[in-house]
């Protein structure tokens, strides 16, 4: 996590903020005071509504106007939200700034000043999951959006979810948060790590849990240290405690638990050097199976300032013991099989059927790519069987290298056999053996399309290598029955530059979606040349909601009046309305208002009447630009 000071403490603020005219409110985020703007009309309303919905819910609940919150990492930030859901009386005896743990949501409404966006959607979402607040609703008026910002980790919100103004909108109930305080200050510190960290319900994270689990682990727990006993028993919140002395004796002491291993590692890049050489003597005892193990952790370190030491001592264990290896090879984080089969290339000297296994084998497709390089490396003698083993291999890019490779094998006629693979980079590394052995792919497209089974791969590399003359082919070829074939025509004629308007405008019918995609993206170059009323029509309510968002993405394309008047009818929609709000808001054609003055006084009035029905849907500021640049008033 990004460590953010200030020169300016809390305190000289709070003095600051105490000396404020009551008019003005201040807040303390990320080091730096900032000017909330004062409430309007709007907001008020929003908030007297919320209140009256808590109330109705939740009647033993207050939700507080404005209060004084503690907020971000180790309560050095300060804000004052617009409304804070709380127990009753709960903040009574608090002092001016109260602590965050009985809050249960903060509520904020956008203004429409120049700092909303820094505040409102990336410095407070930060501040309130680091005071663990439960859940955050940010209602945004400029957006017209309603986003909930819920389960924090300490870090950051782990969940959020976006619904638009007019459609329902589920919140996370306040009481089932994870943070209850309890009755023993002690108590409630340890058992907040438990429910607050992204483990869930486990006093640390499992030993192969991810890297950024650990490092979550270790800054939540020195972020709220004074929330904790000054000796904890626990070895996981001992190993992570804020005092350093308090961290070496936890590492000094009987025997660390070899499940927390990872804090170790965390401890090995210290900022404290005796903490550091504790951990650097721990981990020099444990075995090169055990450090394989959270080499994630490991690595994720490495980059830290002393995090080098542990990188180094891993890759000395790995070296010096083979038996060790396999296990980085097949580590469960991709990042440890990347660093391990790249140390494997440069010094373990593996066989060329271990990198083949890893090419086949491995999910990551960047370590697929370079265990099949490292297997066909040039200049070393490679097994006939190892080769046809990655020429058929199921990932496309090991195919790529495999083909590629033929040439230096001295076997790139065999390329011949990928010219109608299913992936155009392996067809694009075939062509292109095909060509350094003396021949030309095209006559093998053509010919393969003279048999009415060809498959879509020969159609699509026809279009790769072909020419204008092959334009008919490829056109008959949009009457194959079978999708596929289709829409590698249509990918073909955009690649020839043939593509036919009235052949191709009929396939947006097309039965198939990956046809009706294809066709929309082939049409749209052309679509200055397409009838605007056949576009409306298929705009109109109706049709599905896929054909009438294609229908209003052509006409987007096209320009003039008519998408933005076919947008502001589907504002409301709820299939299409994200679509058509989004060109609406970027309908900003030069000569807009000579468009709207060509109109006929009766069809300006309709114009003006659909901007005032769509006005719900949009911002304030979107329907204020529209009239603006339109000339037209409010009706």
Same mark, same amino acid.
């Given at each position: ?10 305190e ?14 201040l ?25 009256r ?35 009753a ?34 410095e407070?979402p ?14 945004d ?7 909930v ?15 638009r ?11 089932a948060s ?16 438990a ?13 192969e ?22 000796r ?11 005092n350093?002395?308090?961290?070496e004796?936890?590492l000094?002491?009987? =025997?660390?638990? *070899?499940?927390?291993?990872?804090l $170790?590692? #965390? !401890? &090995? %890049?210290?900022w +404290? ?7 650097r003597?721990v ?13 994630h ?44 089969w790249r ?14 296994? =890893?090419?086949? *084998?491995?999910?990551?497709?960047? $370590?697929? #790519? !370079? &265990? %099949?390089?490292? +297997? ?46 299913r ?9 292109w ?22 498959p879509?791969?020969?159609?699509? =590399? ?14 008959a ?7 596929a ?9 955009r ?27 082939a049409?749209l ?10 576009l409306?029509?298929r ?6 909601p ?19 008047r ?34 006929p ?22 329907v ?12």
């Amino acid at each position: 996590m990004d460590e953010r000071t200030s020169h300016m403490r809390v305190e000289d603020f709070e003095e600051i903020a105490s000396r404020a005219p009551e008019t003005v409110t201040l807040e303390f985020l990320d080091g730096r005071i900032t000017e909330k703007a004062a409430p309007d009309g709007n907001r008020s309303t929003i908030l007297a509504w919320l209140t009256r919905r808590f109330l109705r819910a939740r009647p033993e609940l207050w939700l507080q106007s404005a209060p004084r919150v503690k907020v971000g990492g180790l309560r050095r930030a300060r804000a004052r939200p617009d409304g804070a859901l709380t127990p009753a009386k709960s903040l009574v005896e608090q002092g001016p700034w109260a602590d965050p743990d009985s809050v249960l949501l903060v509520a904020e409404v956008t203004s429409y000043d120049a700092d909303t966006d820094k505040q409102d959607r990336v410095e407070k979402p930060r501040a309130y999951a680091e005071a663990l607040i439960p859940v955050y609703l940010l209602i945004d008026r400029d957006a017209g959006e309603v986003i909930v910002h819920s389960e924090p980790d300490g870090v950051r919100t782990s969940a959020w979810r976006v619904s638009r103004s007019g459609r329902t909108s589920s919140c996370p109930t306040p009481s089932a948060s994870p943070w209850k305080p309890s009755s023993s200050r002690n108590g409630r510190a340890e058992g907040a790590y438990a429910a607050g960290m992204p483990h869930r319900g486990s006093p640390h994270p499992a030993p192969e849990a991810p890297a950024r689990e650990w490092v979550a682990h270790d800054e939540a727990v020195r972020r709220d240290t004074y929330r904790l006993p000054a000796r904890p028993e626990d070895p996981a919140l001992a190993l992570c405690h804020g005092n350093g002395r308090v961290r070496e004796a936890a590492l000094r002491g009987p =025997g660390v638990p *070899r499940a927390l291993l990872p804090l $170790v590692v #965390v !401890r &090995c %890049a210290d900022w +404290a050097g005796p903490v550091r050489e504790a951990a650097r003597e721990v981990l020099d005892r444990s075995g090169a199976g055990e450090l394989a193990a959270v080499a994630h952790v490991v690595l994720r370190l490495a980059g830290r300032r002393h995090g080098g030491y542990a990188a180094e001592l891993l890759a000395a264990r790995l070296d010096e013991d083979p038996g060790v290896r396999e296990a980085a090879l097949r580590h469960s984080a991709r990042e440890v099989r990347r660093w391990a089969w790249r140390r494997a290339e440069e010094r373990w000297g593996l066989p060329t059927e271990r990198f083949a296994e =890893g090419a086949l *084998r491995d999910p990551d497709v960047l $370590v697929q #790519v !370079r &265990c %099949a390089e490292a +297997a066909l490396r040039a200049g070393a003698p490679v097994p006939p069987d190892v080769l046809d083993r990655l020429l058929t291999a199921r990932g496309a890019r090991v195919r790529a290298v495999a083909v590629t490779a033929l040439r230096r094998h001295g076997e790139p006629g065999r390329a011949r056999g990928w010219l109608d693979d299913r992936s155009s980079h392996v067809r694009a590394c075939a062509q292109w053996a095909v060509r350094q052995a003396g021949e030309d792919p095209l006559p093998h497209y053509r010919e393969a399309l003279e048999h009415p089974a060809a498959p879509p791969s020969a159609v699509a =590399g026809l279009g790769e290598c072909g020419g204008a003359e092959d334009v008919p082919v490829v056109l008959a070829c949009l009457d194959d029955p079978r999708p596929a074939v289709r829409g590698a025509a249509v990918g073909a004629l955009r690649a020839l530059g043939g593509v036919s308007v009235a052949r191709v405008l009929p396939l947006l019918d097309d039965p198939s979606p990956g046809v009706v995609r294809r066709a929309v993206e082939a049409l749209l170059p052309e679509a200055g040349s397409l009838p605007e009323a056949v576009l409306v029509a298929r705009a109109a309510p109706g049709r599905e909601p896929r054909a009438r968002r294609y229908a209003l993405r052509l006409l987007d394309a096209r320009g003039g009046l008519a998408p933005l008047r076919v947008a502001l009818r589907q504002a409301h929609d709820p299939d299409t309305g994200p679509h058509a709000r989004t060109v609406v808001r970027r309908w900003t054609p030069r000569d807009a208002g000579a468009l709207v003055a060509a109109l006929p006084p009766s069809e300006r009035a309709a114009l003006n009447a659909e901007i005032t029905r769509a006005g719900p849907a949009l911002t304030p500021y979107t329907v204020r630009y529209l009239r603006w640049i339109t000339g037209l008033r409010d009706a």
